[in-house]
């Protein structure tokens, strides 16, 4: 007779899977020491959620003496949350590092593989648990990323502004291109540090898409380049 208890135990599982998940997602992501503020505040959060919910999935097995594990990842997050509070205690409003928030989302992963080695039977279960979670995960964040981008060349009229695509094949060497479709842009699933920049330029201003936030934002670094994406929108909408 079939049991349903393995479908139970991965019905729990699922939820911390795709707090794990989303965490990976994240770290293939981004490339420096530093994070965008956006993909920091969401693996402390998934670290978090791993944690808790690892109370969770160890009542359902009745394996009460694991408790005393997972309250040790608990304290190992608290902690490094104080540091976090303590590193940004001077508040500038810039980002000069992740505040400890990547060290909580590290300790969620290993909580996960901890937990799911130390409860009988359930070790399997937490690996096809993420297995399954992974691409579900990278194809809903690929859309809740990309599809604010592509209304927004959906609605723009090149006739009086441009989009461009930068890159930065190399540390010193930058490339643009101008592009009329989102398409263009040539995004992968993986979207992070390491994907193209779009700008746009509306008059006299330039814009760059900021994907974690899914917005255009005015941008003041790299005056030079963008006043040359100024004039080079400015003489193709005159040459139109």
Request: glycine share 6%; with cysteine; charged share 15%.
């Amino acid at each position: 007779m079939f049991s349903t208890i393995p479908l139970l135990r991965f019905a729990l599982w699922s939820p911390m899977a795709v707090a794990a998940a989303s965490i990976i997602y994240i770290l293939i992501g981004v490339e420096d020491h530093t994070w965008a503020a956006e993909a920091a505040a969401a693996a402390e959060n998934a670290g978090y959620f791993i944690n808790l919910f690892a109370f969770v999935v160890i009542l359902s097995a009745r394996e009460y003496s694991r408790i005393v594990v997972n309250l040790i990842f608990s304290l190992l997050m608290l902690a490094f949350t104080l540091l976090g509070v303590m590193d940004a205690f001077p508040g500038t409003g810039d980002r000069y590092g992740n505040h400890w928030a990547d060290a909580t989302a590290w300790i969620g992963l290993f909580n996960y593989l901890v937990i799911g080695a130390a409860l009988p039977k359930q070790g399997w279960i937490a690996l096809a648990a993420f297995a399954s979670a992974f691409p579900v995960v990278t194809i809903a964040a690929y859309l809740e990323l990309t599809t604010p981008l592509a209304k927004e060349f959906a609605a723009i009229d090149h006739q009086t502004a441009c989009m461009f695509r930068i890159t930065k094949p190399a540390w010193n060497v930058i490339n643009t291109s101008r592009i009329y479709a989102f398409s263009e842009v040539d995004l992968g699933y993986f979207i992070g540090e390491h994907s193209p920049r779009v700008a746009k330029v509306q008059g006299e201003g330039v814009y760059l898409w900021r994907y974690g936030a899914r917005e255009f934002s005015k941008s003041y670094r790299d005056v030079g380049l963008f006043s040359d994406l100024v004039r080079r929108c400015a003489a193709e909408r005159g040459n139109r």
